[in-house]
């Protein structure tokens, strides 16, 4: 059996019932193929079995009790995958849906955006099946502190950085800091995402946001366009989507409609980012409310029927499998002409397959995303140089990173003979360097 074939079906077979990590390793690995064939020397040094394979998995108990003196119980993880080019990097996810298998897709695909960004950074991820959904304030801290209470010796500004993901944002992310600091008296850059008065940086809540849109804005541009007049459906409603919105609305597209995990607005005049920001930034509600406060916005139950929308641009930037075969041929025949994924791996393969047989312009997550984890490598520089930049110093960096990005996925596509292809560009762009430290790095 060729080499990329033999060591997905023992991925499988060594992993069963963990399908979306088998899925992040077929897109990865397909798109290997012509690399591995180029250098047969990662075959002998079973370079493929070793990069599938995490470093390290952590799993742990998370008690903890809730307002009315109820004990709960939840899972934590947190897996350190490859710190060939630099300590662990990724964030943590609490969200229900949470178990080994997403853990391991999002740390996979963690390892080569890290590795796109040009910065020194390994790739890992974390978080727990805990839904911070309607708890208190003192809930999440109590959870938060009983999380850090185990993971704190696992991590370290030098061995292992977290960052925020789905339900993990400024809110967590402090308590996280607060119990980290007070068991280890260390004041470092352990986990990114911080508040600015405890050595935060300026631009890390717009990154990933902003960054899709600064890629999908040179992707325009190479080809003459722009986001002007554009028509845009951005999916969630949280961090990623809202930069999103702000950035793709202020180079003068239309954004039309957002969502929830329960249902979807569509406002034909422009989303108003900032009543959405004020709902769901300030208020924690839902999406629906956006409807009542604004004259002509629609509500409709249920997230699949966004996809049914009209427009130039999507950007998906909730949730893993949002796009599927289905979606994705009611894109295409809507007239789509460009996806940046802003989300992870929110496009299904066969969504991927639909796109790029119909010559869509398909910006993948771990290039079109990297925009967070490259300003949380920032951040990183700014704490242990104990500098503070500003945000039009940080933006602009981001900025030049994401332009970076897309060139470097557009070149080794074409050097590749895949030309246009950015699925395949970006993973071999991002594994060319993390093959060769650990080719460097001997058989470990
Ligand atoms: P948030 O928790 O801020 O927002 C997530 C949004 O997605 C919410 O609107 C949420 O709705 C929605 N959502 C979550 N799960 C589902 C679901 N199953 N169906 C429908 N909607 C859903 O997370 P972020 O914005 O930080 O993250 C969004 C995506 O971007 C994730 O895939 C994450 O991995 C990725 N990402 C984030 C980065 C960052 O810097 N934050 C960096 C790189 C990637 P609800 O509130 O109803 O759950």
Not at 5 to 22: G, S, T, Y
Request: hydrophobic share 40%; net charge neutral.
């Amino acid at each position: 059996m060729e080499y990329v074939e033999r060591v997905l079906a023992d991925l499988k077979a060594k992993n069963p019932n963990e399908p979306e990590f088998h899925q992040a390793a077929t897109e990865i690995l397909n798109g290997l193929k012509p690399v591995v064939a180029k250098h047969p020397e990662y075959e002998k040094a079973a370079l493929l079995e070793r990069f599938v394979e995490p470093e390290r998995a952590v799993l742990f108990r998370v008690p903890w009790v809730d307002d009315n003196g109820t004990v709960h119980i939840n899972k934590g993880y947190r897996v350190q995958f490859n710190s060939a080019i630099g300590p662990y990097k990724g964030g943590l996810r609490f969200h229900p849906s949470v178990n080994l298998s997403i853990i391991k897709f999002l740390g996979l695909e963690q390892i080569l955006k890290n590795s796109l960004t040009g910065l020194p950074i390994g790739g890992g991820k974390g978080g727990s099946d805990f839904d911070p959904k309607g708890k208190s304030d003192n809930e999440i801290m109590r959870f938060c502190q009983s999380f850090m209470t185990e993971l704190y010796r696992h991590i370290g500004q030098d061995t292992d950085v977290p960052a925020g993901d789905i339900g993990v944002g400024g809110r967590e992310i402090g308590y996280l800091f607060g119990q980290y600091k007070r068991i280890r008296d260390e004041h470092v850059g352990v986990l990114t995402g911080r508040g600015l008065s405890y050595g935060g940086s300026l631009s890390r809540t717009e990154a990933t946001g902003y960054g899709l849109v600064y890629m999908t804005e040179e992707a325009l541009k190479c080809r003459g366009d722009s986001f002007k007049g554009k028509t845009v459906i951005v999916s969630g409603s949280g961090n990623v989507a809202i930069y999103a919105t702000e950035k793709a609305q202020s180079l003068g597209a239309k954004v039309v409609a957002m969502y929830d995990s329960n249902g979807y607005v569509y406002d034909k005049n422009g989303i108003q980012i900032d009543v959405v920001k004020q709902i769901k930034e300030v208020e924690r509600g839902r999406i629906k409310e956006y409807a009542a406060r604004v004259k002509g916005a629609e509500y409709h139950e249920g997230c699949k029927g966004i996809w049914t929308i009209k427009c130039d641009i999507a950007l998906p930037c909730a949730t893993q499998n949002e796009i599927d075969k289905e979606s994705a041929e009611i894109l295409v025949k809507n007239g789509v002409k460009y996806v940046g994924e802003g989300a992870n791996m929110p496009t299904t393969l066969e969504g991927i397959a639909v796109f790029q047989k119909a010559g869509v312009i398909f910006l993948p997550a771990k290039a079109a995303n990297a925009g967070g984890v490259a300003t949380s490598a920032l951040e990183m520089a700014q704490s242990s140089g104990r500098l503070f930049w500003t945000f039009e110093e940080v933006d602009a960096k981001l900025k030049n990173i994401m332009i970076n990005i897309y060139h470097n996925m557009d070149n080794a596509a074409k050097e590749y003979g895949c030309e246009g292809d950015y699925v395949a560009g970006a993973n071999i762009a991002g594994f060319l360097k993390v093959a060769a430290a650990m080719m460097a790095q001997g058989i470990v």
